[in-house]
């Protein structure tokens, strides 16, 4: 292909990844430490470091399997379709069942940070943004 019709074609690609991109520009990272195969079948074990920014929130989203995660610094307000908004904090831990649509904004001054261990679908992305739940 022509460079002169690569341009176009990379332009329109941005442009429809853009909601994509904009909601990683959040406020959160997720950073791999490691992934590895699991007892059960299709599906590995995903370990990595967690931050939602200050002010920030993680964006509405699921996963193709469980998260479990523990909160090493700060706070937020983890949200879950279906259950009542519950704050989490330094020491705490919490489960999220796979598919389960949830967010997290942290409302403080410093970043939550956390280490997720997802237990997911090989194959799959890790995180696809979803639209939050009806109230």
């Known amino acids: ?9 990379i332009g329109l690609a941005c442009l429809l990844a853009a909601p994509l991109c904009l909601a990683q520009a959040s406020g959160l990272t997720r950073t791999l430490v490691t992934k590895a195969d699991v007892s059960v079948a ?3 074990a995903v370990v990595a470091r967690v931050e939602v920014s200050p002010g920030s ?3 509405w989203h699921t996963h193709p399997g469980d998260e479990i995660s523990y909160v090493q610094e700060g706070e937020a307000t983890l949200l879950m379709a279906g259950q009542p908004a519950r704050k989490v904090a330094a020491g705490e831990a919490f489960v999220i069942p796979a598919g389960v649509v949830h967010n997290a904004i942290n409302h403080g001054q410093a970043p939550i940070k956390l280490v997720g261990v997802y237990v ?16």
């Open 57 to 59: 929130a993680a964006g």
């Open 120 to 135: 997911v679908e090989k194959g799959q992305p890790l995180a696809t943004p979803a639209p939050a739940p009806a109230p």
């Open 42 to 44: 299709n599906r590995e």
């Open 1 to 9: 292909m022509s460079p002169l019709l690569q341009r176009p074609l």
